[in-house]
């Protein structure tokens, strides 16, 4: 049995993980959850905070979902969920040990003589009982990538890009790709069926493999340089996609993007920069949104993370935006942004550099973005793409409300 763990750094990942697991959150072509399941082809189960357990059941099921007692009876792989798996850095076989990265410990194999000895309910604080473990079992220093911090994900895009489209080995193109359209180097362009690549638009292999799914449409005057990756459904009308990016299912992209995570069911359909950026699912980006990624002085970006500024020691950081936010038009966000979940920010001026989680408004002049609203507009925007919102989506944003009420407080914004 094979179990991803969720340990105390998630809190480095917010506002992104405060609405998924710290395994949902995407490098490259896949998300770390879906390179371990690649890496294994076995089925995995999952623990994460107790609250994300119903929508992550919606997605994985619900008997792979913090069920202790099958772990407790079970041969046991726990594995980081912050790992970042390109190739045999956790082996599935062996004797029982801890593998250990510092302070971090990366993963424990376990027998099922020594989980018999644990409760189930021990394992629901996983830390302490990883800890208790590491009194029992051996410790293995080893090699291998743990982000600590989410412009880990952005810095690493690239080259995941590219391992991953190895992993995959998919090539040739079986969409539907007009003749005037120009593809360079097309031995490293993945184009599936049931995409669309019009007259005019250049896709650029040179630098790294491009790989679209099904279902994409790409529109004029658009150029996609690689390595990049493109998620089902998605639309790209008129974009510059630089190299770097991962984007989609289920977004409709136009402007410019650079280096850039942007999952599910996003829009920013408008002009605008979007460059060294982690913008979750639900998002949309008004006309002329603007990231700046680079400071005038060419210094090393400070990020706002739980309360704490953080020296990225990076030259290059640009916003981190949690689920269902939203701009308006002509909005500039300042380099290392961080806007929480359900934000929705007034545009046509510069803004903080840390936005809570359901703040509305702008400048320097926010109120509490009221929770019946949110959830009224997040049901709205969900069934314009034909999703029904659950009772569980629907407690998880109450829950998210309640849990970022204090960073609300100390940003002094109005309840």
Known sequence: MICLFEDRKVLNFYPLTLTRPIYELRCGVMSLQE?????FSQSLFFHCRDYLTRTLAQRAGKNRVNQW?????????????????????????GEEEVGIQGEDIVYARLRKKTMASFSKGSLRDIETFLTEVMRKIRLRQVEAKLVEFPWDLVDGNREMIRKDF??????????????????????????????????????????GPIYIEERVRIRPPTIVDGP???ARGTTIDGAKIRGGCSIGPVCRIAGEIEESIIHGFTNKHHEGFIGHSYIGEWVNLGALTTTSDLKNTYGTVKVCLSGKKIDTGKM?????????????????LDTGCVMGVAVNLFGGGRTPRFIPSFSWGGGSE?????????????RIVMERRGIQQTPSERDLLKKVYQLTLKERKSAKVEL
Request: aromatic share 4%; hydrophobic share 35%.
């Open 35 to 39: 390179k371990i399941h690649t890496r």
């Open 69 to 93: 007692e099958k772990m407790v009876r079970s041969d046991l792989l726990l594995i980081n969920g912050r790992v970042l798996l390109s190739g045999d850095e956790i082996p599935l076989e």
């Open 166 to 207: 190895e992993i995959k080995n998919r090539r040739g193109i079986e969409g539907k790709v007009d003749r005037n359209a120009h593809l360079i180097n097309p031995g490293l362009i993945y184009i599936e069926r049931g995409t669309t690549v019009e007259a005019g638009v250049v896709m650029d292999a040179t630098q």
């Open 228 to 230: 990049s990756y493109i």
């Open 316 to 332: 290059k950081v640009g916003s981190f935006i949690g689920d269902h936010t939203k701009t308006g038009i002509g909005t500039l």
């Open 366 to 378: 926010f109120k509490e973005n009221r929770l019946d609203k949110v959830l009224e507009v997040a």
